[in-house]
Structures are given as structure tokens and as C-alpha cells.
């Protein structure tokens, strides 16, 4: 039964990524209605992101991410995968800097933290990290990368760790 369950996913994907494909292949002339291919893609990704969320083949779930770009599909897989590897694979793929500040703020695994800190650059989401993160390394990180005066004056003003302090207000 469980097999036959598979195969069938199988085959779903597989269509899936034809019926992709196709489109990416496709003329302009093929697919003239632009407002069509739109909600076709967006289907696409829908679908993409279910297969990454609720999948139980751990391979399906690893193709599904690899094909996803919706940032708000990625990101959700991003902070709610079991599997720190499929975890680590979306937060590679976000670049959208909303969803890189929730992994960053609720991620509990410190390397998968730095990563989304790394890819950050928007500056209230690394104020916030530097503001709220418990790791004191992962908060300077956060702070070297800050541009912000604002949000280097915050730092400065609030943090109690005098050397992150002093970083701060060296880069005002």
C-alpha cells in the first residue's frame, strides 16, 4: 500500500516538473495571457510548498524545496521542517529578508541562526537580531554588519556586553 502511495507521488512530481518544464520552455505565442501563466505558476509553487510541508518522503520533501522560489512558501518551510538539513537547504534558497528575520529570531539550532544572520542585510531585522539574540557571538555578528546609525545608537544605548557595546559605538 505504501508503495503504491509512493509511486504515485512519484508520478506526481514527476509531472509536476514536466508540466514546469513545459512552461519554462514554452513560447511567448503558447502562453500569450500573462495573468494565466501567473496563477499557473503560483499554483505551481503552492503545491510545491504542501509537497515540502506535509510529504513524508524525506527525498519528495528535499525536491520540492530545491524547485520552490516563493520566499513565503520557503520561509515557512524554513521554520517549521523537522529535518535540520531540509531546514538548512530552505534558508539557503530565502532571500527575502522578512522571512530570514523569523528564522533568525525563532531558529533554536545556532548554526542555522548564523546562516539566516549571514544572508541578512536589511538593517531593522539585524537591529533586531543584535537587540534579542541570547548568543553573544551570533549578536555580534549582527552588529558588524549594522550600517544604520539608528540602529547603532540602539545597540549602543541597550547592550550590556561592553565589548558589543564598544563595536557599536565605534561604528557610529
Not at 520552490?68 to 538548512?88: F, M, P
Not at 557571538?137 to 561592553?162: C, G, P, S, W, Y
Request: glycine share 2%; with cysteine.
Amino acid at each position: 500500500m505504501k508503495s503504491r502511495q509512493n509511486q504515485i507521488m512519484r508520478n506526481f512530481i514527476y509531472l509536476l516538473v514536466f508540466v514546469t518544464a513545459l512552461q519554462a520552455c514554452s513560447s511567448k505565442q503558447e502562453l500569450a495571457s500573462t495573468s494565466y501563466k501567473k496563477s499557473e505558476t503560483r499554483l505551481g509553487q503552492r503545491k510545491l510548498g504542501d509537497i515540502a510541508e506535509d510529504e513524508k518522503n524525506v527525498r519528495l520533501r528535499k525536491l520540492a524545496i530545491e524547485r520552490l522560489t516563493n520566499q513565503r512558501e520557503l520561509g515557512k518551510v524554513a521554520q517549521h521542517e523537522q529535518n535540520k538539513q531540509l531546514r538548512k537547504l530552505a534558508i539557503e534558497r530565502l532571500s527575502n529578508q522578512r522571512e530570514l528575520g523569523k528564522v533568525a529570531e525563532h531558529e533554536k539550532d545556532r548554526q542555522l541562526r548564523q546562516l539566516a544572520i549571514s544572508k541578512l542585510t536589511d538593517q531593522r531585522e539585524l537591529g533586531n537580531v543584535a537587540e534579542n539574540e541570547k548568543n553573544t557571538q551570533l549578536r555580534k555578528m549582527a552588529i558588524k554588519k549594522l550600517t544604520d546609525k539608528r540602529e547603532l545608537a540602539k545597540v549602543a544605548q541597550n547592550e550590556e556586553n561592553n565589548q558589543l557595546r564598544k563595536i557599536a559605538l565605534k561604528k557610529l
